[in-house]
């Protein structure tokens, strides 16, 4: 069952594409509707969304904004775009940040319905058992094994002196043809749980499924990222990320951001098609090949946190201020270092939850903090989702108004953050259970 939401500012578009969904037999348990970007962004963070079905032009926050919020939101949410404009820079946007589909209005009925199905069909994932799961691998996977000795020199590239770094380097262009230019660079290391003390896998099993997981990687990354994936030691797959100067002084997108996205894309994908239990470590984004055995060194950092939160999986090197430490942090220094970030993160939500557009990534960013760390730890210490404690506070907001003003509902909404009166008057009916109108009676009699 899936839930899929519609976004177009034509009403009349909205209404007729989820009418054709809901009578289409395809099973779906919710479609939802939204009229602008920041409407559909509120869905994306408090519903269980699968599917995403956008125009591109829509006033304040277009069809491709939109995707990209997605995408940081949650990387796994599938995209299909509806447009009025057969103009191929949209197109071309669209495909790169991974939408599934670019269809034309007006829309044909069944070529629609198809491209859904489509969609969906892919993201099934039939339940099987384990021996059931590992003969599928074997019949997917032709295992046409990295070469140990590429490797290897990628493995002492990440514990290597400067000098060493540049000469690795070297070997891997002229052996493999492997260009580490950069000059920028990050490290990712994906931890897998091959074995348990209670399960024990089969070597050539162990092996397939690591296997599997590196072309995960590489499927996720090869269309947008420059990057080289690779065995490591401890049941480990370590990527290497590298931008030249254009690639990272393009400044659309904050590459923090970006490495926390394929940090959660990896783990999302390796748990949902392999069944493992994967820790994820991300490394600083540094300068300079020669600095590359520190990232790996960060990133094995950061995979360590998972000792504390048994209950989370993706870590950035940079959530931690491990400078103020001399010696490896406490349990005690841990929890008060996330306390802080909490505190904090709560006192700039409470001055700002009536701002247009407020995100958990500004939000984040005003903390040095990553947004997926900052996200757990603040649902872990006050019991609210993030986006939760911001409707809480615009909800408590705009009840006050409307008893105790008289105030018009779209000035309200106005000042509580919404971009539109009846984008807030859904809300308000979902958090209390009636329409501002309604309340407004009630208090009267």
């Known amino acids: 069952m899936y839930n899929v939401l519609i976004v177009d500012d034509e009403p009349l578009i909205c209404e007729g594409l989820a009418s054709l969904l809901t009578s289409s037999g395809i099973n779906l348990t919710h479609v939802y509707i939204a009229h602008s970007g920041y409407e559909a962004l509120d869905y994306l963070r408090i519903e269980e969304i699968d599917l995403l079905i956008t125009d591109i032009q829509m006033g304040s926050m277009n069809g491709i904004e939109l995707m990209h919020q997605a995408k940081l939101l949650k990387p796994w949410v599938q995209t299909i775009i509806i447009s009025a404009y057969e103009t191929f820079q949209y197109a071309q946007m669209a495909i790169r940040l991974g939408a599934k589909d670019y269809m034309i209005k007006p829309l044909s009925n069944e070529q629609f319905l198809d491209s859904v199905r489509n969609v969906l069909l892919k993201m099934d994932k039939p339940a099987a058992t384990e021996n059931q799961f590992l003969s599928q691998l074997q ?4 295992m046409d094994e990295p070469l140990p000795q590429r490797n290897e020199l990628f493995n002492r590239l990440l514990t290597s002196t400067e000098d060493d770094a540049y000469e690795v380097a070297k070997l891997l262009n002229d052996r493999y043809a492997v260009k580490l230019n950069g000059p920028y660079f990050a490290v990712i290391k994906l931890r897998l749980h091959l074995t348990a003390p209670d399960h024990v896998i089969p070597a050539r099993d162990a092996r397939l499924l690591q296997y599997a997981a590196l072309n995960i990687a590489n499927e996720l990354l090869d269309k947008e990222w420059n990057h080289s994936a690779f065995y490591s030691p401890n049941e480990e797959i370590s990527v290497l990320i590298q931008w030249d100067e254009n690639e990272f002084g ?5 590459k ?6 394929i940090g959660r894309s990896l783990h999302h994908n390796i748990h949902k098609y392999l069944g493992l239990h994967v820790v994820i470590g991300i490394s600083q984004i540094i300068r300079g090949m020669e600095f590359l055995s520190m990232l790996g060194e960060q990133a094995h950092k950061a995979i360590l946190w998972n000792r504390e939160h048994r209950d989370h999986y993706v870590f950035y090197y940079g959530d931690f201020n491990w400078s103020t430490y001399s010696q490896e942090p406490t349990s005690e220094q841990l929890s008060e270092q996330n306390s802080l970030i909490v505190e904090k993160s709560k006192d700039y939500i409470d001055n700002h939850f009536a701002q247009k557009g407020l995100t ?18 603040f649902k872990k210490d006050t019991g609210y989702n993030l986006w939760e404690y911001v409707i809480k506070l615009r909800m408590e907001e705009s009840r006050k108004l409307i008893l105790h003003t008289d105030l018009r509902r779209y000035e309200i909404s106005e000042r509580v953050g919404y971009e539109s009166p009846e984008h807030f008057s859904k809300i308000f009916k979902k958090y209390y259970g009636m329409s501002p109108s309604e309340l407004k009676k009630d208090d009267k009699k």
């Open 139 to 142: 019949a997917h996977f032709h």
């Open 250 to 254: 393009d400044s659309s997108a904050n």
């Open 256 to 261: 923090l951001n970006q490495l926390d996205m």
């Open 360 to 377: 958990l990534h500004e939000v984040a960013q005003k903390n040095h903090v990553s947004p997926n760390y900052l996200s757990y730890l």
